[in-house]
């Protein structure tokens, strides 16, 4: 806190200034939105104004980074609603209300960069990716034509074609689109793969094409389900690949459930591989798999949302090993293990052209074919969506300012305290793993037993009772505001903890603190 | 230019601060970016880092709002990739190099908030949603559960209610979501409508369902035969319904083709109207076309991406009477003639419980069932999408600092705008309308005929040279960098020009500019 205090107060002139000038203007800062840009001779307000709501982000950045201050400032929904008023109204309010409320939900966030944040796939704030975020912002326009984002459509361009050069296709060649988030990226992966086998499907839909079945183990991301229904494939045709203890895909499963589904009619054209499961972090043997789907001719996709980040590290790359043989597509989300800010997810596609047929409307409204350009660079057309955010930006910025070797060098570090968590539990009394060895990504999974549970003789009710306490120890971790990790079951196995790290900001002492915590919190249970 | 700088100059103690702190630091700012936050000590750097982006936007911003300041620096694409250096390296750059690559980005990026830039349906830069952008991406939180973003998923619900209390819906009842996109809203809309008449489709997928039929306006936005495509649908069951002379649909043709249909065997099951076609910004007829789909059962969704902000006009609500009809939805794109920065686009959905069954696939490890709090508030499961990104926050503070009665008050000025460019234009020598009578949205359409082609007897000669007109000029607008606006043919029209309003930085002396600078631009055609 003292630290925290020192800085803002070499960074008051700023504020004094802005303060300063918000006093000469009639009203001041507190007046109207209508004083601002762009209404004439606006700049001034607006550029106090913004300087304001600038100061309450950086005072929230520093904040976040602090280990003294709260995860979280929890409170309940209906908490909540009332301890502010958070109503839309018919009457504008003034700019000192909006600085207000600006402060108010900041009071209430959660703090995603903090240290001993742990509860998502993606966690931390990159100060490169968040300053790439604003620019966006500022710049505020649309992926879908060259005319209208340039420099961001260009950026694309140069980005995809360097993550394709370090998947191993040959030059870099391909195609692929940022799209928002994985799931969508995972959808547009099975709706390629059905064009690709089908092409008809897209005049005449479903019925035109005999009944399909995908493969994707059972660990998987649900996301493979959700976009079987919406693309009218349907959920009972997923077919679930038995995992190994471990998490991983058994590639002799999978040809065995693609014989017979062809057995009972149906024609296979789909296996998703998981390259870093969502709960265990497990990576599917992918040339294992790849050989099935080449020998049965059904298209493989990888889906590397979480995973996919670790073929920029050398030291474990290995574990996509195979990666280069997915025919058709592989959804990879920087926002997750590279620590982009939200959101940033790539799917990268081998076939050049692939996905322009199969998405492409021909809108003359919006592709203009005699424009004066070369009209490659109008890129909207391939996606499902119209209009798309710049979701570029903050991952080329972040490359740009980390270089290939500073991803690698924070994916490591990553995986170095997630080895360090299991080391230091794996023999520590009363914790049990969720399966043996390593993991092979920063998951560690893991029970807690609370010593009042350690020596129970009776099995059933031990179950029953350890499938309460991480509910309780991460209820009350929100309720403190210290920490934040999550906890699920699986299968037969009860409530557990996920442990996962993304966050470039965490070090041993924050692992040290989890675990002290999770001790404390528990150990009454 | 002189306004400009005396901001700047004011500005300048804020900067010159920065400079010296920067100066005070082992390295200066340009050192490297392993220097700032979560580096120990990296407070002063990140901050001053970041003030350093900060003040490249602010002049960035003023810059835009100046009418002597270019819409756009035009480069061609292979032009603009060896203007500067683009490309990723293994090695990082200093922080000095990466405010050289911000400055190189918006130099070449398209000032979408400059008074001139009519080109798309989303133009112009709200401060205030400007700053709640800059805030979301600093907040860099995720909107699937109330866990991990207790305020946005609030302000979601808030804002949602308000909206659906606007439309009519008793109440506010209902339900809705912030989708990355129009096309993603029609997109579920359809979801929506199929799995309401026939649940069965999310297991069994499209097999299990009769042949469907959509229907839809011939001016309807394209993403509704994408959405069918994807589906799985078949853009063939998208069956096109005739419009009148000014873009609405004809309800007896859809009445027509429905029956059509069902003797053909289809099953209808979806109707999509528009409020605000995407040239000519008709509105089709909702009563008459809602009383229709009653009459066949049919699904009757609106889509308003565009025009649908209009319902907050109590001057030009009536355009969308019968909305509140939609048995179903509505998608709603605030980014458009609300001027929300990009993106937020809503769809509205009148049954509560629709989009949960509909999408939901119960992954237990995200949508955990035995939290402490309120689980209503994890609306994740109910999105196609996993994670997905903020998108309320700057409709919620843009509307608290306007009020209803600000947007309502800006929705009413570009009426006023274009209803002036029509009555401007449609006796003016040298222009032809596309359609007759007053514009029911921004969208004035007109041909631009140089004062060499006027007079031509060879109709079919002139048709030729007319076509051409439209693209050339845009090209010069584009190289002078002084405005742009969108041209298209449409059906048998030669390219038109489709001027269309959102922006709220345009005035009266704007669209004299546009004017001035096609006939400038177009004399010698």
Chains 1, 2 share one sequence.
Not at 165 to 171: A, F, P, R
Not at 189 to 215: C, D, I, N, Q, Y
Not at 508 to 523: C, H, M, P, S
Request: net charge negative; proline share 4%; hydrophobic share 40%.
């Amino acid at each position: 806190i003292a630290h925290y205090s020192s800085v803002f107060d070499l960074l008051s002139p700023a504020r004094a200034w802005c303060q300063a000038a918000a006093q000469k203007l009639p009203g001041g800062i507190g007046s109207k939105l209508c004083d601002l840009l762009p209404a004439l001779d606006g700049d001034l307000k607006t550029m106090t104004f913004l300087q304001e709501v600038v100061d309450i982000l950086l005072a929230y950045i520093t904040e976040s980074f602090d280990r003294e201050t709260k995860v979280i400032d929890f409170h309940y929904p209906n908490e909540l609603l009332q301890r502010n008023n958070w109503e839309l109204q018919d009457e504008p309010e003034t700019l000192d209300d909006i600085l207000i409320s600006c402060r108010a939900t900041l009071k209430y966030a959660i703090k995603t960069a903090h240290p001993r944040y742990f509860n998502q796939l993606s966690t931390g704030l990159d100060m490169v990716g968040l300053a790439a975020d604003w620019l966006t912002s500022t710049a505020n326009t649309n992926m879908f034509t060259y005319e209208v984002a340039p420099v961001f459509v260009l950026l694309e361009y140069v980005t995809l074609k360097k993550m394709r050069e370090i998947i191993g296709w040959e030059d870099g060649r391909g195609d692929g689109i940022f799209s928002p988030g994985g799931a969508i990226s995972n959808m547009y992966a099975m709706l390629l793969a059905r064009f690709k086998m089908f092409p008809e499907v897209k005049e005449k839909g479903m019925s035109s094409v005999p009944r399909l079945a995908a493969f994707t183990s059972e660990h998987s991301h649900f996301s493979i389900k959700k976009g079987a229904a919406a693309l009218g494939i349907g959920t009972e045709s997923v077919i679930c690949i038995k995992a190994d203890e471990s998490g991983k895909m058994i590639p002799a499963d999978l040809e065995r459930k693609i014989l017979e589904a062809k057995q009972k009619g149906f024609v296979p054209f789909f296996v998703s591989a998981t390259a870093g499961t969502t709960v265990y972090g497990a990576f599917d043997p992918l040339i294992a798999i790849s050989d099935i789907c080449k020998k049965y001719q059904v298209w493989f996709h990888v889906d590397g949302a979480w995973g996919g980040s670790l073929i920029m590290s050398r030291m474990h790359k290995w574990k996509l090993d195979g990666v280069e043989r997915s025919v058709l597509k592989l959804t990879w989300n920087p926002h997750k293990m590279m620590a982009v800010p939200l959101q940033c997810s790539a799917l990268l596609v081998r076939e050049e052209g692939l996905m322009q047929n199969c998405n492409q409307m021909h809108a003359c409204y919006l592709f203009q074919q005699d424009k004066h350009y070369d009209l490659s660079y109008d890129t909207g057309d391939k996606a499902l969506q119209c209009g798309r955010h710049v979701d570029i930006f903050k991952l080329w910025l972040m490359w740009r300012a980390k270089g290939t070797i500073g991803f690698e060098a924070q994916i490591d570090k990553c995986l170095e305290l997630s080895e360090y968590l299991y080391n230091k539990i794996k023999d520590r009394e009363g914790y049990e793993m969720v399966f043996n060895g390593k993991p092979q990504h920063t998951n560690v999974c893991f029970w807690y037993l609370p010593p009042g549970m350690r020596y129970m003789e009776d099995k059933e009710e031990k179950k029953k009772r350890l499938h309460k306490v991480a509910p309780v120890i991460k209820a009350r971790m929100m309720e403190y505001g210290t920490t934040m990790v999550s906890y699920q079951p699986q299968g037969d196995k009860v409530n557990f903890f996920r442990m996962v790290i993304s966050n470039p900001a965490a070090t041993f002492e924050d692992i040290d603190f989890l675990i002290e915590e999770i001790e404390r919190l528990g150990q009454d249970l």
